[in-house]
């Protein structure tokens, strides 16, 4: 998983959204990605090689919550640089505990749910999560089940480029 030939830097500044800590890419770092939604990148932190998904910030930007391996070594206004390269595999997402119980509820789903591409596991999760309203959710989650049940394989039309996370989110763009 090193960074490859068609590597490029990414530069941003650490900063402080609803409590937690983010890399808030330079508008030339964003650029240079391939996409204004999610892209997952091969880079190395600290010498380890890793892949991390950079999310949308809703601005033609990008943003990626602040590695474990980075706390506690930068503060809130450090500039960070990080070498990269859009990576040819996906990490796996961590599926949250409602969606993933209501996965293994419905047995009959498990074939078809190894059988997304680790993106539109990525893209269930975030239309998943993009709510704060627990009754939202909820029914999302039941959606989730219908919809993959009817053959479907991404959620739906949502704005891959807004920021989907709502502790950190406003209208879909990262609060400033």
Known sequence: MAVESHSFELHGTVDEVAGRAIIRFDEE???????????AVD???KGEPTTLVIEPDGRRGHWLPLPASLRGSVK????VSLPASVSKVWPEVEV?????????QADDLADTWTSLTPMARWEWVRWVGATKNEQTRERRVEVSISKLRD????????????????????GGKLIE
């Open 29 to 39: 770092s964003s650029a240079q990605l391939p996409s204004r939604g999610q892209v």
């Open 43 to 45: 880079t190395e932190i």
């Open 76 to 79: 809130s206004g450090d500039p």
């Open 96 to 104: 949250p505990e409602d969606l993933s119980d209501a996965l293994k």
């Open 151 to 170: 053959g479907k394989r991404r959620p739906c039309c949502f704005d891959l480029s807004s920021c989907t996370d709502p502790e950190v989110a406003k």
